[in-house]
Each structure stands twice: as structure tokens, then as C-alpha cells.
């Protein structure tokens, strides 16, 4: 069994979990490195692949890990073209994926979800795409679930503009966690936010089960996924600061008159 996350992943110096404030944010995956080891406390330098920069990456695989090699998510523009399309994101210098979230108290949704192709797969060059709806933050723990719910996939064998990340027993999507996720191959774990110092925020999510009905031959190969996820505020454009500045600034002055 190998675990990803809480005990088993390190980022660096990580900051005690964080309640993300309420506002706008940008997500990104990172393909920035972070060292992986195995429950015992072995680096896994020999099961798990390094992406193509050299470095431990955030990762997507079929029927690939734990306990065997894996494809490290990467920074690319390459795009899966087939009879039916074309699929992929074509973006480069934005890390391995992003989405844009609007965090409220403890609920978040989500727009403008991409995520670069994942290069050489069990079944070849794999893109995913459509939309992905929110999710929950824990207020206390800093624990986040992602509700992965229209995103459609294709690989290289064949296209099937169908939903992939459902399991074939299952009527619900599986979701993305900061806790623990396990399919028949083992058990990934997540951790929850944690503050950089430097404004931003980082939380590992890990999703693991089997590729539904709906991709045929596909059906039932497990899967996983581990996102290394920053997260950045949005700054407020400086017109509405002092747009918002001078309603503040008007309210002074009639109070002020109002009291002479």
C-alpha cells in the first residue's frame, strides 16, 4: 500500500491548516516538485515516475499507481485531434490545469476549468474536459471536497465524450478529497489547506476509483488522480477599490454634516 499526503508527502515547510477566506480565487495544479514515500517511510523513487522536468508532479493514471509507475501531470499545449474533434486545453505557461473559485463561508463553485493532456497513458494521450460544479470547505480543519461531476474525457484509442470519472458500481461522481480516496489498487491521501506566508494557499486532493460503463472497454480500470493545488487570490482591480474607497469617503462627509 503506498499513501500519498498526511505522512506520506512532504511540500516543503507547510503551514498548519488554513480556512480559505471568503473571495475569488485562481487554482492552479501544480507540475512543481514534492517528495512521495510510501507508508513505512521509503522514498518511492522506484514505483513512481518523475514527470518530464525531473521532479515529482502532480499525477493521472490508469491502472498505474500505487505500486507501479506513474505519468506526471505536466505543463503543455498538445491536443488529442480525432474524427470526431479535437480535445485538450492548448495552453502552455499555466501550469498543468487551473480553474477559477468563488469561496463563501463553506462552499465554493468553480468556472473555467481546464486541465493539460496527460501525455502517455495505458491507453494513450488522455485529455479531460467540460466543467466541474464546487465543492465544500471544512471551516475548522481546512479539509476541502471537489465535486468532479461534467468532466468528459477521451484518450488516444478512441473518443467518448462520455463521463470517465464515474464508477461502473456507483451512481455518484467521485469527488475530490483532502482526506482519502482508495480504489482496488490502494489508498491516496490528501491534506488540507495549508498558507504559504506568502499570500497564497496549498492543498493536496486525491481522487481514486474505476472508469464507468459509459467508456466500453474501458469499464472498471482503476484510476487516480493527485492534484498539487495552489491557490492565489484575485486582486481587486483598483478602479472598484476606489470606486468602494470613495463611497466610504462619502459616507464620512454626510455623517459628518449631518452631525454639525
Avoid: C
Avoid at 498543468?96 to 493539460?116: E, H, K, L, P
Avoid at 456507483?170 to 469527488?175: E, F, G, I, K, L
Avoid at 493536496?204 to 492534484?227: K, M, N, Q, R
Wanted: overall charge negative; proline content about 4%; cysteine-free.
Amino acid at each position: 500500500l503506498v499513501t500519498l499526503g498526511l505522512g506520506g508527502m512532504a511540500l516543503g515547510p507547510v503551514a498548519s491548516a488554513a480556512v480559505l477566506p471568503d473571495g475569488s480565487y485562481v487554482a492552479t495544479i501544480n507540475p512543481t516538485p514534492y517528495t512521495t514515500a510510501t507508508t513505512d517511510g521509503a522514498l518511492i523513487g522506484t514505483l513512481i515516475k518523475p514527470g518530464a522536468d525531473g521532479a515529482w508532479n502532480s499525477s493521472f493514471s490508469f491502472s498505474q499507481l500505487p505500486k507501479r509507475t506513474s505519468q506526471g501531470m505536466t505543463d503543455n499545449n498538445t491536443d488529442l485531434t480525432l474524427t470526431s474533434g479535437t480535445y485538450g486545453s492548448s495552453k502552455l505557461g499555466d501550469g498543468a490545469g487551473s480553474w477559477d473559485m468563488t469561496v463563501s463561508g463553506g462552499t465554493f463553485t468553480t468556472s473555467n476549468f481546464q486541465v493539460d493532456a496527460i501525455l502517455t497513458t495505458a491507453g494513450g494521450t488522455f485529455v479531460q474536459y467540460g466543467t466541474i460544479t464546487g465543492g465544500t470547505i471544512d471551516q475548522t480543519s481546512g479539509a476541502i471536497t471537489l465535486d468532479p461531476t461534467g468532466r468528459l474525457g477521451a484518450v488516444g484509442a478512441g473518443v467518448y465524450n462520455a463521463a470517465w470519472n464515474i464508477s461502473s458500481t456507483a451512481t455518484a461522481y467521485t469527488q475530490f478529497t483532502t482526506g482519502s480516496s482508495t480504489n482496488v489498487d490502494g489508498t491516496l491521501t490528501g491534506h488540507g489547506i495549508a498558507a504559504n506566508g506568502d499570500g497564497t494557499y496549498n492543498v493536496i486532493l486525491v481522487s481514486a476509483s474505476d472508469v464507468g460503463t459509459a467508456w466500453g472497454s474501458f469499464s472498471t480500470t482503476p484510476y487516480v488522480e493527485a492534484w498539487n493545488v495552489n491557490l492565489a487570490p484575485v486582486p481587486i482591480p483598483a478602479a472598484a477599490w476606489l470606486f468602494g474607497s470613495g463611497l466610504i469617503g462619502l459616507v464620512g462627509i454626510a455623517r459628518r454634516k449631518k452631525s454639525s
